[in-house]
């Protein structure tokens, strides 16, 4: 599936903690002799992702308190699905995040907050809800035996049977009675 998002990120570095430049300007994130600290969260399951956007701010200079905001749009690949109760079917749009370097004793994502989905209503397919799942990978996967956070933002759609109806029943009914007019001339 095609989506847009965004995502917001937000850690405390140490090194920041109480930070105060010379000039009054914000710390230079692209200054690699500072060695700040990025989680450097990927989208797992993109295929084809493109950042539109980032940006990094130092929010709380008493906490050290790091906001990143990162927009992404491109295709995402579903990997579960079925259709066996079509056409009153449901299917999960999962948006799954990990860290790409990091493992779950250095980066723990959690969700907090709230999402805002823009959709279009009307169509085949109806926003049910979303949820946030996290989770920790196996370590037994890892060439390091090392166990990394995972989140998975789910969007829950569900097809909208009346526009199946509508839409693919009532056109095949009416091209099945032309058709009977036809034999019938």
Known sequence: F??????????NDPRLVNY???????????????????????????????ECFRDQTLV????????????LRG??????????????DYIDLRICLASKRYPVTSVILVSYGHSVIQHHPREEWALAGTRTEVYSSNPALSNQSL?????HIVIMMERDASWNRRNVLATMSLFWAASMVVIFM
Do not use: H
């Open 2 to 11: 095609m989506a847009k998002f965004t995502v917001s990120i937000e850690w």
């Open 20 to 50: 105060r430049s010379a000039d009054g300007t914000p710390p230079d994130w692209s200054d690699a002799s500072q060695n700040y600290f990025d989680p450097e969260i990927d989208c797992v399951n993109g295929v084809d992702l493109v």
């Open 60 to 71: 709380n200079a008493s906490t050290g308190l790091v906001k990143q905001t990162r927009c």
């Open 75 to 88: 295709n995402l690949v579903i990997k579960e699905t079925s259709f066996s109760s079509f056409p009153w």
């Open 147 to 151: 166990s990394y956070s995972e989140m």
